[in-house]
């Protein structure tokens, strides 16, 4: 079987297609969804790098695929997704990120103050992905405000969770590592 070109050429205009086959506009609010979908599943890539052999990946990674998830159904239209049968984020998946934090938070001193962002590269790389879901939560609230269909509270409900478990893990691979965390102290001139 020959091998698919990278590059098709129908986005040169500015255009690109749903998976439905409908073209937009690449500037279309849909579009720069999940093009943050996509950017938030890169950096959890790049946090993944950054951990050694002893930290098990496979739930990271199950996260990635549940973004792929979230994604797809990002690029399609909401009458046509049943059409194309697309993964659905559930609610068991949720419940296992809260099991995950669950976990971890039972590992780590209690917060007394706010902490800066920082620490080991992977654990500041999981506080970028926070930030990150938290930009990504906000955009599809703001979609859900102006096509309340498109967006599911399921997927709000999964991201939400999901910034809330790159706070918790940041703090655990910090922790793992012995690296101290930096609270934050007010700047008063």
């Given at each position: ?24 506009k ?37 996260i ?35 099991l ?15 902490i ?74």
């Amino acid at each position: 079987m020959k091998k698919a070109a990278v590059y098709t050429r129908t986005g040169d205009n500015g255009t690109t297609s749903l998976v439905s086959g409908t073209r937009i506009k690449k500037s279309q609010e849909r579009i720069a969804l999940y093009g943050e979908c996509d950017e938030l599943n890169s950096f959890i890539g790049v946090a993944i790098s950054f951990l050694d052999d002893s930290f098990d990946k496979q739930f990271l990674q199950q996260i990635q695929s549940s973004l792929f998830d979230l994604g797809s159904n990002l690029a399609c239209e909401f009458e046509k997704r049943s059409t194309y049968k697309l993964p659905q984020v559930n609610d068991t998946f949720i419940k296992s990120i809260e099991l995950e934090i669950d976990k971890m938070d039972a590992n780590l001193p209690a917060l007394r103050n706010f902490i800066l962002p920082g620490g080991s590269q992977a654990a500041s790389t999981f506080h970028v992905c926070r930030t990150i879901c938290r930009r990504l939560e906000r955009s599809l609230v703001a979609f859900q405000d102006t096509q309340p269909k498109e967006i599911n509270d399921i997927d709000l409900k999964f991201i939400n969770r999901l910034s809330d478990y790159f706070f918790i893990l940041a703090r655990f691979v910090n922790n793992q590592l012995k690296i101290q965390e930096t609270n934050w102290v007010a700047n008063l001139n």
